[in-house]
């Protein structure tokens, strides 16, 4: 079974950036390609950003243009640039890819 590692978070000021990583014990991404989730205290887990095999990107509106996936096939490993950073961002993030999902990283965005 695969397994996903989230890594990078933190305490970031607002406006602030981040760089996440999600590695994979195989290398699935650029088979299956992957997607970042989060989930603040009291709210559903919401979709954030996704890059298929091929590599196309997308992302969630509220993200759009602040965050950035992206993959290094070589490392098995998928990023997720976040810049411009705000309080609503915060919460836990997690890398999910063919039906696995990573133990998460916290994202706090406060002053």
């Known amino acids: 079974q695969v397994q996903l590692v989230e890594s990078g978070g933190g305490l970031v000021q607002p406006g602030g950036s981040l760089r996440l990583s999600c590695v994979a014990s195989t290398n699935i991404f650029r088979v299956y390609g992957a997607g970042w989730y989060r989930q603040a205290p009291g709210n559903q887990r919401e979709w954030v950003a996704r890059?298929?095999?091929?590599?196309?990107?997308t992302y969630a509106d509220s993200v759009k243009g602040r965050f950035a996936i992206s993959r290094d096939n070589t490392k098995s490993t998928v990023y997720l640039e976040m810049n411009n950073l705000k309080p609503e961002d915060t919460a836990v993030y997690y890398c999910?890819?063919?039906?696995?999902w990573g133990q998460g990283t916290q994202v706090t965005v406060s002053s």
């Open positions: 890059i298929t095999s091929s590599g196309i990107r």
């Open positions: 999910n890819s063919f039906g696995a």
